[in-house]
Protein backbone atom coordinates (compact mmCIF):
# COMPACT_ATOMS: atom_id res chain seq x y z
CA UNK A 1 0.00 0.00 0.00
CA UNK A 2 1.27 3.44 -0.98
CA UNK A 3 2.04 5.69 2.12
CA UNK A 4 3.11 9.43 2.24
CA UNK A 5 3.99 11.36 5.45
CA UNK A 6 2.22 15.23 6.04
CA UNK A 7 2.38 17.46 9.19
CA UNK A 8 -1.17 17.49 8.91
CA UNK A 9 -4.18 15.91 7.18
CA UNK A 10 -7.19 17.91 6.16
CA UNK A 11 -10.05 15.69 6.06
CA UNK A 12 -12.81 17.37 3.56
CA UNK A 13 -12.16 20.51 1.33
CA UNK A 14 -15.45 22.86 2.23
CA UNK A 15 -14.64 26.21 4.63
CA UNK A 16 -13.65 24.53 7.08
CA UNK A 17 -11.09 22.26 5.57
CA UNK A 18 -9.70 24.91 3.10
CA UNK A 19 -9.25 27.53 5.29
CA UNK A 20 -7.61 25.60 8.13
CA UNK A 21 -5.34 24.17 5.42
CA UNK A 22 -4.63 27.67 4.34
CA UNK A 23 -3.39 28.77 7.86
CA UNK A 24 -1.45 25.76 8.44
CA UNK A 25 0.68 26.25 4.83
CA UNK A 26 1.13 30.17 5.48
CA UNK A 27 3.52 28.43 8.61
CA UNK A 28 5.44 26.71 6.51
CA UNK A 29 3.87 23.18 7.41
CA UNK A 30 3.02 20.39 5.11
CA UNK A 31 -0.50 20.28 4.57
CA UNK A 32 -2.80 18.18 2.39
CA UNK A 33 -6.27 17.76 1.87
CA UNK A 34 -8.57 14.53 0.66
CA UNK A 35 -11.78 15.12 -0.47
CA UNK A 36 -14.47 12.63 -1.45
CA UNK A 37 -16.17 14.08 -4.03
CA UNK A 38 -15.28 16.02 -6.94
CA UNK A 39 -15.55 20.23 -6.94
CA UNK A 40 -17.91 21.75 -8.14
CA UNK A 41 -20.64 19.61 -5.87
CA UNK A 42 -23.49 20.87 -4.22
CA UNK A 43 -23.87 21.31 -0.37
CA UNK A 44 -25.88 23.80 1.54
CA UNK A 45 -25.43 26.48 3.27
CA UNK A 46 -25.84 29.72 1.30
CA UNK A 47 -25.90 33.22 3.29
CA UNK A 48 -22.95 33.68 5.15
CA UNK A 49 -22.50 36.30 7.89
CA UNK A 50 -20.30 39.50 8.00
CA UNK A 51 -18.24 37.53 10.79
CA UNK A 52 -16.54 34.49 8.44
CA UNK A 53 -14.88 37.46 6.32
CA UNK A 54 -11.79 37.80 9.02
CA UNK A 55 -11.37 34.23 8.73
CA UNK A 56 -11.85 34.49 4.86
CA UNK A 57 -9.01 37.09 4.77
CA UNK A 58 -6.76 35.51 7.19
CA UNK A 59 -6.93 32.89 4.89
CA UNK A 60 -6.20 34.47 1.89
CA UNK A 61 -9.05 34.10 -0.30
CA UNK A 62 -10.36 37.38 -0.29
CA UNK A 63 -8.99 38.32 -3.73
CA UNK A 64 -10.24 34.96 -5.82
CA UNK A 65 -13.93 35.42 -3.64
CA UNK A 66 -14.22 39.16 -4.95
CA UNK A 67 -12.65 37.93 -8.70
CA UNK A 68 -15.57 35.50 -8.85
CA UNK A 69 -18.52 38.58 -8.25
CA UNK A 70 -20.65 36.74 -5.86
CA UNK A 71 -23.91 38.91 -4.80
CA UNK A 72 -22.71 40.80 -1.26
CA UNK A 73 -25.09 40.66 1.42
CA UNK A 74 -25.52 43.61 3.16
CA UNK A 75 -28.15 42.54 5.97
CA UNK A 76 -31.24 40.39 6.61
CA UNK A 77 -34.81 40.68 6.51
CA UNK A 78 -37.45 39.13 8.83
CA UNK A 79 -41.15 38.74 8.21
CA UNK A 80 -44.10 37.59 9.81
CA UNK A 81 -48.00 37.89 8.50
CA UNK A 82 -48.09 41.74 7.60
CA UNK A 83 -44.73 42.58 9.44
CA UNK A 84 -41.20 43.21 8.37
CA UNK A 85 -38.22 43.81 10.18
CA UNK A 86 -35.05 44.65 8.31
CA UNK A 87 -31.70 43.87 10.05
CA UNK A 88 -29.38 46.11 8.35
CA UNK A 89 -25.24 45.29 8.88
CA UNK A 90 -24.21 48.68 8.64
CA UNK A 91 -26.14 49.53 11.95
CA UNK A 92 -24.35 47.34 14.32
CA UNK A 93 -23.07 47.80 17.80
CA UNK A 94 -19.84 45.52 17.62
CA UNK A 95 -16.77 47.24 15.11
CA UNK A 96 -16.85 44.38 12.44
CA UNK A 97 -17.66 44.06 8.55
CA UNK A 98 -20.90 45.22 7.87
CA UNK A 99 -21.48 42.98 4.85
CA UNK A 100 -20.45 39.66 3.37
CA UNK A 101 -21.96 37.30 0.61
CA UNK A 102 -24.77 35.14 -0.66
CA UNK A 103 -23.26 32.58 -2.72
CA UNK A 104 -24.10 29.10 -4.35
CA UNK A 105 -22.05 26.96 -2.71
CA UNK A 106 -20.57 24.47 -5.30
CA UNK A 107 -19.36 27.81 -7.17
CA UNK A 108 -18.24 29.25 -3.49
CA UNK A 109 -16.27 26.27 -2.82
CA UNK A 110 -14.47 25.70 -5.79
CA UNK A 111 -13.42 28.75 -6.07
CA UNK A 112 -11.43 28.46 -2.17
CA UNK A 113 -10.52 25.36 -2.90
CA UNK A 114 -8.79 26.41 -6.39
CA UNK A 115 -7.41 29.39 -4.47
CA UNK A 116 -6.15 26.96 -1.21
CA UNK A 117 -4.51 24.68 -3.99
CA UNK A 118 -3.01 27.42 -5.86
CA UNK A 119 -1.11 28.53 -2.36
CA UNK A 120 0.52 24.95 -2.82
CA UNK A 121 -2.12 22.50 -0.46
CA UNK A 122 -2.46 19.42 -2.46
CA UNK A 123 -5.89 18.19 -2.58
CA UNK A 124 -6.74 14.67 -3.11
CA UNK A 125 -10.85 14.34 -5.09
CA UNK A 126 -12.25 11.50 -4.66
CA UNK A 127 -10.63 10.00 -1.98
CA UNK A 128 -12.60 9.05 1.08
CA UNK A 129 -11.00 8.39 4.71
CA UNK A 130 -12.15 5.04 5.39
CA UNK A 131 -10.18 4.82 8.61
CA UNK A 132 -7.80 6.49 11.23
CA UNK A 133 -5.31 4.51 14.02
CA UNK A 134 -3.43 6.89 16.05
CA UNK A 135 0.28 5.65 16.89
CA UNK A 136 1.60 7.19 20.21
CA UNK A 137 1.78 10.80 18.93
CA UNK A 138 1.21 10.07 14.92
CA UNK A 139 -1.73 9.03 13.26
CA UNK A 140 -2.21 6.64 10.13
CA UNK A 141 -5.18 7.42 7.94
CA UNK A 142 -6.43 5.02 5.30
CA UNK A 143 -7.74 6.50 2.52
CA UNK A 144 -9.84 4.83 -0.85
CA UNK A 145 -9.55 6.50 -4.61
CA UNK A 146 -12.55 6.28 -7.20
CA UNK A 147 -10.84 3.20 -8.39
CA UNK A 148 -11.18 1.32 -4.70
CA UNK A 149 -6.98 1.94 -4.57
CA UNK A 150 -6.63 2.74 -0.92
CA UNK A 151 -3.46 3.86 0.53
CA UNK A 152 -2.03 5.67 3.52
CA UNK A 153 -1.42 9.07 5.61
CA UNK A 154 0.77 9.32 8.29
CA UNK A 155 0.26 13.09 10.05
CA UNK A 156 0.95 14.43 13.33
CA UNK A 157 -2.05 16.19 13.00
CA UNK A 158 -5.70 15.48 11.53
CA UNK A 159 -7.63 18.39 11.19
CA UNK A 160 -12.06 17.13 10.52
CA UNK A 161 -13.38 19.02 8.46
CA UNK A 162 -15.93 16.44 6.82
CA UNK A 163 -19.28 18.17 7.66
CA UNK A 164 -22.22 15.87 7.36
CA UNK A 165 -19.41 13.09 6.64
CA UNK A 166 -18.45 13.37 10.63
CA UNK A 167 -15.97 11.31 9.87
CA UNK A 168 -13.96 10.91 13.24
CA UNK A 169 -17.23 11.60 15.26
CA UNK A 170 -18.26 8.22 14.01
CA UNK A 171 -14.58 6.45 13.69
CA UNK A 172 -13.96 7.58 17.21
CA UNK A 173 -17.47 7.23 18.63
CA UNK A 174 -17.80 10.97 19.62
CA UNK A 175 -21.09 11.50 18.62
CA UNK A 176 -23.75 12.84 20.56
CA UNK A 177 -27.57 13.64 20.09
CA UNK A 178 -28.26 17.42 19.59
CA UNK A 179 -30.61 19.33 22.04
CA UNK A 180 -32.80 20.46 19.12
CA UNK A 181 -35.76 18.42 18.23
CA UNK A 182 -35.73 16.81 14.98
CA UNK A 183 -36.84 19.18 12.27
CA UNK A 184 -36.46 18.81 8.16
CA UNK A 185 -35.42 21.01 5.33
CA UNK A 186 -37.04 21.26 1.59
CA UNK A 187 -34.87 23.57 -0.67
CA UNK A 188 -33.84 24.15 -4.18
CA UNK A 189 -32.76 27.51 -6.61
CA UNK A 190 -34.84 29.01 -8.67
CA UNK A 191 -34.54 30.81 -12.35
CA UNK A 192 -35.13 34.03 -10.88
CA UNK A 193 -35.62 36.14 -14.40
CA UNK A 194 -37.87 38.96 -13.22
CA UNK A 195 -36.34 40.00 -9.69
CA UNK A 196 -36.84 43.66 -9.14
CA UNK A 197 -33.88 45.83 -7.65
CA UNK A 198 -34.79 46.08 -4.26
CA UNK A 199 -34.13 45.59 -0.74
CA UNK A 200 -34.54 41.79 -0.56
CA UNK A 201 -31.93 41.66 -3.60
CA UNK A 202 -28.77 42.16 -1.24
CA UNK A 203 -30.11 40.19 2.09
CA UNK A 204 -31.75 36.98 2.86
CA UNK A 205 -35.32 37.00 3.26
CA UNK A 206 -36.69 34.69 6.19
CA UNK A 207 -40.41 34.30 6.96
CA UNK A 208 -41.55 32.90 10.08
CA UNK A 209 -44.78 31.04 8.29
CA UNK A 210 -46.20 29.22 11.35
CA UNK A 211 -44.12 29.27 14.82
CA UNK A 212 -42.38 26.00 13.48
CA UNK A 213 -41.82 26.57 9.62
CA UNK A 214 -40.32 29.39 8.05
CA UNK A 215 -38.82 29.13 4.76
CA UNK A 216 -35.63 31.20 3.74
CA UNK A 217 -35.03 33.35 -0.29
CA UNK A 218 -31.49 34.04 -0.80
CA UNK A 219 -30.90 35.75 -4.32
CA UNK A 220 -27.49 34.94 -6.26
CA UNK A 221 -25.90 37.28 -8.51
CA UNK A 222 -26.72 34.74 -11.30
CA UNK A 223 -29.87 35.44 -11.53
CA UNK A 224 -30.90 32.07 -9.13
CA UNK A 225 -32.51 32.16 -5.84
CA UNK A 226 -32.11 29.36 -3.19
CA UNK A 227 -35.42 28.91 -1.00
CA UNK A 228 -36.01 26.00 1.30
CA UNK A 229 -38.59 25.27 4.13
CA UNK A 230 -37.96 24.34 7.31
CA UNK A 231 -40.01 22.70 9.83
CA UNK A 232 -41.25 19.54 11.64
CA UNK A 233 -40.69 16.13 9.09
CA UNK A 234 -44.82 15.93 9.22
CA UNK A 235 -45.16 20.03 7.99
CA UNK A 236 -42.29 19.46 5.17
CA UNK A 237 -44.02 16.46 3.80
CA UNK A 238 -47.67 17.42 4.07
CA UNK A 239 -48.24 18.27 0.22
CA UNK A 240 -48.97 15.78 -2.47
CA UNK A 241 -47.55 14.86 -5.71
CA UNK A 242 -43.62 14.45 -6.60
CA UNK A 243 -41.04 17.18 -4.72
CA UNK A 244 -41.13 19.67 -7.28
CA UNK A 245 -45.24 19.42 -6.90
CA UNK A 246 -44.67 19.76 -3.39
CA UNK A 247 -42.45 22.69 -3.53
CA UNK A 248 -44.42 24.44 -5.71
CA UNK A 249 -47.64 23.72 -3.45
CA UNK A 250 -45.69 25.73 -1.27
CA UNK A 251 -44.71 28.48 -3.17
CA UNK A 252 -48.51 29.45 -3.38
CA UNK A 253 -49.44 28.57 -0.20
CA UNK A 254 -47.39 31.09 1.67
CA UNK A 255 -48.18 34.73 0.89
CA UNK A 256 -45.02 36.19 1.29
CA UNK A 257 -43.29 33.81 -0.89
CA UNK A 258 -43.35 36.70 -4.26
CA UNK A 259 -46.02 35.58 -7.42
CA UNK A 260 -43.22 35.39 -9.76
CA UNK A 261 -41.67 32.85 -8.64
CA UNK A 262 -45.02 30.52 -8.75
CA UNK A 263 -43.83 29.16 -12.11
CA UNK A 264 -40.25 29.65 -12.01
CA UNK A 265 -38.15 26.64 -13.64
CA UNK A 266 -36.16 25.19 -10.74
CA UNK A 267 -32.33 24.70 -11.06
CA UNK A 268 -32.77 21.07 -9.72
CA UNK A 269 -35.11 18.87 -8.60
CA UNK A 270 -35.95 19.86 -4.85
CA UNK A 271 -33.76 18.37 -2.06
CA UNK A 272 -34.81 17.19 1.20
CA UNK A 273 -32.27 16.77 4.67
CA UNK A 274 -33.94 15.54 7.37
CA UNK A 275 -32.65 15.79 11.37
CA UNK A 276 -29.41 18.18 10.53
CA UNK A 277 -28.91 18.90 13.75
CA UNK A 278 -26.14 17.10 15.70
CA UNK A 279 -23.40 17.17 18.31
CA UNK A 280 -20.33 15.56 19.84
CA UNK A 281 -18.78 14.55 23.16
CA UNK A 282 -15.77 16.39 22.75
CA UNK A 283 -13.98 18.61 19.81
CA UNK A 284 -10.51 17.63 19.83
CA UNK A 285 -7.96 15.00 21.53
CA UNK A 286 -4.27 13.38 20.51
CA UNK A 287 -3.40 14.50 17.31
CA UNK A 288 -6.80 15.24 15.98
CA UNK A 289 -8.86 18.27 15.88
CA UNK A 290 -12.61 18.74 14.78
CA UNK A 291 -13.95 21.88 12.77
CA UNK A 292 -16.64 23.09 11.25
CA UNK A 293 -19.88 20.81 10.94
CA UNK A 294 -18.08 17.36 12.35
CA UNK A 295 -18.37 19.20 15.34
CA UNK A 296 -21.74 20.79 16.32
CA UNK A 297 -24.92 21.49 13.91
CA UNK A 298 -27.73 24.01 15.78
CA UNK A 299 -30.12 25.12 12.82
CA UNK A 300 -30.21 27.20 9.65
CA UNK A 301 -32.20 29.86 10.88
CA UNK A 302 -29.43 32.56 11.47
CA UNK A 303 -27.62 31.10 8.74
CA UNK A 304 -24.34 30.43 11.31
CA UNK A 305 -22.67 27.81 9.50
CA UNK A 306 -19.97 28.73 7.74
CA UNK A 307 -19.52 31.10 10.73
CA UNK A 308 -18.59 28.73 13.04
CA UNK A 309 -16.92 26.58 9.92
CA UNK A 310 -13.98 29.50 9.38
CA UNK A 311 -13.84 30.51 13.33
CA UNK A 312 -12.98 26.88 14.30
CA UNK A 313 -10.82 26.07 11.83
CA UNK A 314 -8.67 29.58 11.92
CA UNK A 315 -8.24 28.50 15.85
CA UNK A 316 -7.65 25.29 15.13
CA UNK A 317 -4.96 26.34 12.19
CA UNK A 318 -3.15 28.76 14.64
CA UNK A 319 -3.64 26.13 17.77
CA UNK A 320 -2.12 23.15 15.68
CA UNK A 321 0.67 25.37 14.34
CA UNK A 322 1.86 26.63 17.66
CA UNK A 323 1.80 22.98 18.98
CA UNK A 324 4.01 21.76 15.96
CA UNK A 325 6.25 24.89 16.48
CA UNK A 326 6.71 23.17 20.33
CA UNK A 327 4.55 25.40 22.52
CA UNK A 328 1.96 23.37 24.34
CA UNK A 329 -1.65 25.10 24.06
CA UNK A 330 -4.64 24.64 26.13
CA UNK A 331 -7.59 23.69 23.51
CA UNK A 332 -9.79 23.45 26.21
CA UNK A 333 -9.65 26.82 26.66
CA UNK A 334 -8.67 28.51 23.45
CA UNK A 335 -11.19 25.95 21.27
CA UNK A 336 -13.77 24.31 23.04
CA UNK A 337 -14.44 26.83 25.18
CA UNK A 338 -14.32 29.79 23.14
CA UNK A 339 -16.34 28.11 20.32
CA UNK A 340 -19.10 26.96 22.89
CA UNK A 341 -19.61 30.75 24.40
CA UNK A 342 -20.28 31.60 20.24
CA UNK A 343 -21.90 28.10 19.85
CA UNK A 344 -24.21 28.66 23.55
CA UNK A 345 -24.99 32.05 21.98
CA UNK A 346 -26.79 31.10 18.91
CA UNK A 347 -28.28 28.72 20.64
CA UNK A 348 -30.78 30.92 22.49
CA UNK A 349 -31.11 32.80 19.46
CA UNK A 350 -32.69 29.39 17.92
CA UNK A 351 -34.20 28.86 21.11
CA UNK A 352 -35.95 31.87 20.87
CA UNK A 353 -36.91 31.97 17.46
CA UNK A 354 -38.71 28.64 18.23
CA UNK A 355 -40.50 29.72 20.93
CA UNK A 356 -41.36 32.56 19.61
CA UNK A 357 -39.45 35.38 22.25
CA UNK A 358 -37.55 36.98 18.79
CA UNK A 359 -40.47 37.18 16.75
CA UNK A 360 -42.01 39.25 19.72
CA UNK A 361 -38.98 41.37 19.34
CA UNK A 362 -38.06 41.74 15.93
CA UNK A 363 -41.79 42.47 14.81
CA UNK A 364 -42.46 45.15 17.87
CA UNK A 365 -43.34 48.50 16.94
CA UNK A 366 -41.20 49.69 19.95
CA UNK A 367 -37.96 48.38 19.76
CA UNK A 368 -35.17 51.01 20.28
CA UNK A 369 -32.37 51.27 17.32
CA UNK A 370 -29.32 51.08 19.76
CA UNK A 371 -30.72 47.33 21.35
CA UNK A 372 -31.69 47.03 17.65
CA UNK A 373 -27.88 47.15 16.83
CA UNK A 374 -26.95 44.92 19.27
CA UNK A 375 -29.12 42.33 18.32
CA UNK A 376 -27.77 43.47 14.61
CA UNK A 377 -24.19 42.69 15.60
CA UNK A 378 -25.59 39.04 16.69
CA UNK A 379 -26.83 38.07 13.77
CA UNK A 380 -23.86 39.01 11.95
CA UNK A 381 -21.77 36.16 13.60
CA UNK A 382 -20.46 38.67 16.46
CA UNK A 383 -21.16 36.50 19.32
CA UNK A 384 -17.67 36.86 21.02
CA UNK A 385 -18.29 40.65 22.45
CA UNK A 386 -19.22 40.07 25.64
CA UNK A 387 -19.73 43.82 25.83
CA UNK A 388 -22.68 43.15 23.80
CA UNK A 389 -25.26 42.13 26.74
CA UNK A 390 -27.55 40.29 24.03
CA UNK A 391 -24.18 38.57 23.69
CA UNK A 392 -22.72 38.18 27.51
CA UNK A 393 -25.91 37.86 29.31
CA UNK A 394 -27.99 36.31 25.96
CA UNK A 395 -31.27 34.48 27.18
CA UNK A 396 -31.96 36.60 29.99
CA UNK A 397 -31.48 39.57 28.00
CA UNK A 398 -33.96 38.33 25.00
CA UNK A 399 -35.76 37.25 27.60
CA UNK A 400 -36.73 40.20 29.42
CA UNK A 401 -36.32 42.26 26.13
CA UNK A 402 -39.34 40.12 24.48
CA UNK A 403 -40.98 40.29 27.98
CA UNK A 404 -40.84 44.07 27.77
CA UNK A 405 -42.16 44.51 24.46
CA UNK A 406 -44.82 42.33 24.55
CA UNK A 407 -45.71 44.60 27.84
CA UNK A 408 -45.63 47.57 25.54
CA UNK A 409 -47.71 45.92 23.09
CA UNK A 410 -50.80 45.05 25.37
CA UNK A 411 -50.60 48.89 26.99
CA UNK A 412 -51.40 50.47 23.39
C1 LIG B 1 -31.04 23.22 5.66
C2 LIG B 1 -29.72 23.87 5.96
C3 LIG B 1 -29.50 25.20 5.58
C4 LIG B 1 -28.28 25.81 5.89
N1 LIG B 1 -28.09 27.13 5.56
C5 LIG B 1 -26.94 27.75 5.92
C6 LIG B 1 -26.73 29.12 5.60
O1 LIG B 1 -27.56 29.80 5.01
N2 LIG B 1 -25.54 29.69 5.98
C7 LIG B 1 -24.56 28.98 6.63
O2 LIG B 1 -23.51 29.54 6.97
N3 LIG B 1 -24.74 27.67 6.90
C8 LIG B 1 -25.88 27.04 6.57
N4 LIG B 1 -26.03 25.71 6.82
C9 LIG B 1 -24.89 24.98 7.43
C10 LIG B 1 -23.80 24.66 6.39
O3 LIG B 1 -24.30 23.71 5.48
C11 LIG B 1 -22.58 24.06 7.09
O4 LIG B 1 -22.41 24.63 8.35
C12 LIG B 1 -21.28 24.29 6.33
O5 LIG B 1 -21.36 23.79 5.02
C13 LIG B 1 -20.15 23.59 7.08
O6 LIG B 1 -18.93 23.67 6.36
P1 LIG B 1 -17.83 22.54 6.56
O7 LIG B 1 -16.61 23.02 5.87
O8 LIG B 1 -17.74 22.16 7.98
O9 LIG B 1 -18.44 21.25 5.82
P2 LIG B 1 -18.89 21.04 4.27
O10 LIG B 1 -19.07 22.30 3.59
O11 LIG B 1 -20.04 20.08 4.35
O12 LIG B 1 -17.63 20.30 3.65
C14 LIG B 1 -17.22 19.01 4.09
C15 LIG B 1 -16.50 18.30 2.96
O13 LIG B 1 -15.98 17.06 3.48
C16 LIG B 1 -16.11 16.05 2.50
N5 LIG B 1 -16.11 14.71 3.12
C17 LIG B 1 -17.13 14.14 3.82
N6 LIG B 1 -16.77 12.89 4.19
C18 LIG B 1 -15.52 12.68 3.74
C19 LIG B 1 -14.62 11.58 3.79
N7 LIG B 1 -14.94 10.41 4.40
N8 LIG B 1 -13.39 11.68 3.20
C20 LIG B 1 -13.05 12.85 2.55
N9 LIG B 1 -13.87 13.92 2.47
C21 LIG B 1 -15.09 13.84 3.05
C22 LIG B 1 -17.43 16.38 1.82
O14 LIG B 1 -17.52 15.83 0.53
C23 LIG B 1 -17.43 17.91 1.82
O15 LIG B 1 -16.97 18.46 0.60
C24 LIG B 1 -27.25 25.08 6.55
C25 LIG B 1 -27.48 23.75 6.91
C26 LIG B 1 -28.69 23.15 6.63
C27 LIG B 1 -28.91 21.72 7.05
Not at 29 to 52: A, D, N, Q
Not at 154 to 159: G, H, L, N, P
Not at 347 to 352: I, L, M
Request: with cysteine; glycine share 8%; proline share 4%.
Amino acid sequence: MNKESVDVLVIGAGPSGTVAASIINKQGYKVKIVEKTLFPRFVIGESLLPRCMEHFKAAGFMPAIEAAGFQKKYGAVFKMGEKQCDFDFSEQYTDGWKWTWQVPRDKFDKVIADAVEEMGVPIDYLTTVTDVEFTGSNSITTVEDKDGNRSQIEAKYIVDGSGYGRVLPRLLDLEEPSDFPVRAAMFTQIEDVNRPDNLESNRITVVAHTKDFWVWMIPFSNGETSIGYVGYEKDIKKQNGNLEEQFRAFLKEIPQIPVRFHESEFVFEPKQIMGYSAAVKQLYGDGYVLTGNSTEFLDPVFSSGVTFATESARIAGELICKELDGEPQNWEIDYTKHLMQGVDTFRTYVYGWYDGRLQSIFFSDHIEQGIKNKICSVLAGYVWDKTNPFVRSHDKSITNLSNFLKSKTTQV
